[in-house]
């Protein structure tokens, strides 16, 4: 691979920023990032609350899309929920995001279709 996985650094917020401007469907959300030369090409949210380990926010660069960047991110997330000693973890996937569902499809990923979101605005 001719990118290498790393935990993002505080200093890289703008580029992660305009990543998810760029890749993401919705720019307001530990990152791992891939890295070519110097250049964020995706990105992914790890979290663990303590109790539960999620997947939020993989972006790839659509013009880096297809070549094993976003499998690589969620190998590595789940190497480090692994490590914490998670039995499972779960993806936020938008309903909508054909492309996405794909690759959390081929990582092994399953919709759960008992449980819903549920929100509630704060503002």
Do not use: C
């Not at 990543?19 to 992914?44: C, K, T």
């Amino acid at each position: 691979m001719a990118f290498e996985l790393r935990t993002a650094g505080a200093d890289e917020v703008d580029v992660l920023l305009e990543l998810w401007q760029e890749a993401a469907e919705n720019d307001a959300r530990p990152v791992i990032v891939a890295d070519e030369d110097g250049q964020v090409v995706g990105s992914v949210i790890a979290g663990w609350d303590g109790w539960r380990f999620h997947l939020y926010r993989l972006a790839v660069r659509p013009g880096r899309r297809g070549q094993g960047i976003g499998s690589a991110l969620v190998a590595a997330a789940e190497d480090r929920f692994r490590a914490l000693d998670a039995g499972r973890a779960d993806a936020m996937v938008l309903e909508g995001n054909e492309l996405g569902q794909g690759l959390w499809r081929a990582r092994g990923y399953a919709p759960q279709e008992e449980w819903r979101r549920w929100v509630k605005p704060l503002r």
